[in-house]
């Protein structure tokens, strides 16, 4: 069974650009969620989805981040303009549950790097 | 604020050694705790999760953690450490069913 795919592996791009990252759920599970980390920061929950709709986006840090699950197996998190700050491991996760009290499943990450 | 500590960054034992890492979370009402660890190039894992009951909770690999309400406190044990266990392992808490931090991490490296 695939576990939760994330692309790209790596994304190494320069500051002002668009970037999108993308993310597939393990099938079946009902919410999915983004996260950011960095050395300073540690492990942040940036928003989640449950049946596709967005619960909670209260972790997006500026109006730069913006994310989209337009079906149950497909997610995107934009970023645009890029900055450097903004260079950190994002790692998209899924469960079975409804809300954030289930077991995540995490998927490699996407290491992202604004020059 | 909510949120989760972790204040050991980074641990070094020998094998057979005994593991306790530490965990606090801060007071803010109803809580649910987990334990996740990421080995050297995989994935982030669940190792076990506190939501009520019984608060001494056995997790995979011989992994175990105590609730302890008046410490605010959730730390992970294991009796006696192998060098497979060397990861990466994060505290994570759940306030209130609808807020979830994770704590900053320690790394575990176990000598041979």
């Known amino acids: 069974d695939a576990g939760v795919i994330q692309s790209p592996r790596h994304e190494v791009t320069e500051m002002g650009q668009e970037v999108t990252l993308r993310c597939k759920p393990i099938s079946g599970h009902n919410s999915l969620f983004w996260y950011r980390q960095t050395m300073m920061r540690g492990l942040e929950l940036l928003i989640y989805f449950n049946n596709n709709v967005p619960i909670d986006d209260s972790g997006m840090p500026e109006d730069r981040f913006s994310a989209k699950m337009p079906n149950a197996s497909f997610s995107t998190l934009k970023i645009q303009p890029s900055e450097p700050r903004d260079s950190a491991v994002y790692f998209c996760a899924s469960s079975k549950g409804q809300g954030l009290a289930d077991t995540q499943y995490f998927g490699p990450g996407t290491r992202l790097t604004v020059l | 604020a909510q949120s989760v500590s972790q204040h050991n960054h980074h641990v070094i034992l020998s094998e057979a050694a005994s593991l306790e890492l530490g965990c606090n979370y801060s007071?803010?009402?109803?809580?649910?705790l987990f334990w996740y660890v990421q080995y050297p190039g995989q994935h982030l894992q669940l190792l076990l999760k506190?939501?009520?009951?019984?608060?001494l909770v056995k997790g995979i690999k011989g992994f175990e953690a105590e609730f302890i309400k008046s410490k605010f406190s959730f730390n992970l044990r294991k009796p006696s450490v192998q060098w497979s266990d060397t990861a990466e392992y994060f505290c994570?808490?759940?306030?209130?069913?609808?807020?979830?931090?994770f704590g900053s991490g320690t790394k575990l490296n176990v000598k041979p």
């Open positions: 994570a808490a759940l306030y209130n069913f609808n807020k979830f931090y």
């Open positions: 007071y803010g009402g109803t809580v649910n």
């Open positions: 506190y939501f009520s009951g019984d608060p």
